[in-house]
């Protein structure tokens, strides 16, 4: 998951409101 998408994962883990862009 991180290796695949590490900028989704921080942002989806930084702001779980928003969605996972």
Sequence with gaps: RESS???KDQT???KPRN???
Aim: no cysteine; charged share 10%.
């Design 19 to 21: 969605p996972p862009f």
């Design 5 to 7: 998408r590490p900028l």
């Design 12 to 14: 989806a883990a930084s």
